[in-house]
């Protein structure tokens, strides 16, 4: 039993110190990164389903790490977040994108919309709201240009305080969007209570649109309850022509995903900015 006992534990251990490893690594990576210039924003396309146009674009993070190699922000935001390295990383985020944002106004998108992903630890911070209209003031950026995704995760941490700062938000004229909506984290509580202007839709409820008949019909009722609240539609994870056309045909108003462009970054969509005639 003993020596059973020892090989288990020889067996397990070097798994172990490899995940611990693996984790200090990426602690203090992060917290170097922003520091090193190792951060960097990507931008992926957001249409206008019914015009056809570019309508904004969603800003997502990217970390290269010297040691790690590229690091998906599904791995590294969580890290950030359980150790308060969200905080300046958020602030980062919000300031290069409002940098960014202003560019393409000035380069004459005038109705550009860039989208900004809020963590549930910057929704805490009462402070978030006045920060916002600081850097909008500072680069010279219209409210109407900034849109901030949040999830129902992100709102409920602290509802009181979150929906304060939503609500000052959405008086500044920041547009607001209810993130990965049908995913289960995103509810009907949250949805009716907080100013959104638009429904994000999960990219798990659009993939099998083609062959599913119920998640075409929760599409179908999510776009009727958007129009009773005065909400837009945004569908994510778009990859396929059918796809598109089933979701401009149910009434969606935006659409986001491969089919039309993966995230990149801000020369190219510079460059694909130009190519579709927008700026
Ligand atoms: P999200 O907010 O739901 O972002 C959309 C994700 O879907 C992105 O993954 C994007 O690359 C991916 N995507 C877009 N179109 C398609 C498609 O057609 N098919 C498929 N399969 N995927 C598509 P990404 O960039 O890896 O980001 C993952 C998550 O990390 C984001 O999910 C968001 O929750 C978080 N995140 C990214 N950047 C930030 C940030 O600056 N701050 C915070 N707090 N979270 C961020
Ligand atoms: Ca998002
Ligand atoms: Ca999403
Ligand atoms: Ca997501």
Same mark, same amino acid.
């Given at each position: 039993a003993k020596n059973g006992g020892r090989n288990q534990y020889q067996l397990f251990q070097p798994q172990l110190k490899t995940n611990a490893d693996n984790y200090m690594t990426l602690v203090s990576g992060l917290s170097s990164a922003l520091g090193r210039g190792?951060? %960097?924003?990507?931008? %992926?396309?957001?249409?206008? *389903?019914?015009a056809g146009g570019v309508y904004g674009a969603e800003a997502l993070l990217r970390w290269h790490s010297p040691?790690? !190699?590229a690091v998906p922000p599904d791995v590294f935001i969580p890290v950030a977040e359980a150790n308060g390295l969200i905080v300046p990383i958020g602030r980062w985020v919000l300031e290069e994108a409002i940098k960014q944002a202003k560019h393409w106004v000035d380069r004459g998108c005038q109705e550009f919309v860039v989208s900004v992903n809020l963590s549930a630890i910057q929704l805490r911070d009462a402070e978030l709201a006045e920060q916002v209209a600081g850097l909008l003031d500072?680069?010279?950026?219209? $409210?109407?240009? *900034? /849109?901030?995704?949040?999830?129902? $995760?992100?709102?409920?941490?602290? =509802?009181?305080? $979150?929906? %304060?700062? #939503?609500?000052? *938000?959405g008086e500044m004229g920041v547009k607001l969007a209810i993130d990965d909506f049908g995913t289960g984290y995103s509810?009907?509580? =949250?949805? !009716?209570?907080?100013?959104? +202007?638009?429904i994000k839709i999960d990219r798990s409820l659009v993939r099998d649109i083609a062959t599913n008949k119920k998640d075409l019909a929760v599409i179908r009722s999510v776009v009727a309850l958007a129009r009773d609240l005065g909400l837009q539609v945004v569908a994510e994870g778009v990859e396929t022509a059918? %796809?598109?056309?089933m979701l401009r045909g149910l009434g969606c108003h935006e659409g986001q995903g491969y089919l039309y462009g993966r995230p990149m970054?801000?020369?190219?969509? +510079?460059?694909?900015?130009?190519?579709?005639? /927008? #700026?």
């Open positions: 190792e951060l %960097q924003l990507h931008f %992926q396309p957001q249409i206008d *389903l019914p040691e790690l !190699g500072r680069y010279g950026l219209p $409210s109407h240009n *900034l /849109c901030l995704e949040i999830t129902e $995760s992100t709102a409920i941490a602290d =509802v009181e305080t $979150s929906y %304060q700062i #939503c609500k000052a *938000l509810s009907l509580a =949250v949805l !009716g209570r907080f100013p959104f +202007d638009f059918e %796809q598109h056309e970054s801000r020369d190219d969509m +510079d460059a694909y900015l130009q190519r579709k005639g /927008c #700026c």
